[in-house]
């Protein structure tokens, strides 16, 4: 489709904005193209069950550092925890 994303994950939140015990992401459009999209993500558990889940739209204008959606309180990190499989954790990216 010609687009290149990352997605970051931050296990011990943001220190400016994210409650204690909270996991944030970040989603970057790595191409210098706009873009609209909509998007969700899904935190899969052992079982294969939705443990969390979020659905945006947002309108990426370029790559710069500071153009990308954030979420500083995605999920507790007591719930991804419980969640991991064999040690790993399941994401799920629709777009």
């Given amino acids: 489709l010609g687009h290149q994303w990352t997605l970051r994950i931050y296990p011990g939140g943001d220190d400016e904005d994210s ?3 909270m ?3 970040d989603l970057i459009n790595i191409k210098i193209n706009r873009i609209n999209v909509n998007f969700g993500f899904s935190i899969k558990g052992f079982d294969g069950r939705e443990t969390a ?3 945006e739209s947002f309108k990426f204008h ?5 153009e990308y959606w954030w979420n500083s309180n995605f999920v507790k990190r007591s719930a991804i925890l419980k969640s991991l499989v064999e040690g790993s954790l399941v ?3 629709q777009m």
Avoid at 62 to 66: A, I, N
């Fill in 19 to 21: 409650d204690e015990g």
């Fill in 23 to 25: 996991i944030a992401l």
């Fill in 53 to 55: 889940h979020a659905c």
């Fill in 62 to 66: 370029s790559s710069r550092d500071d």
């Fill in 91 to 93: 994401i799920e990216v």
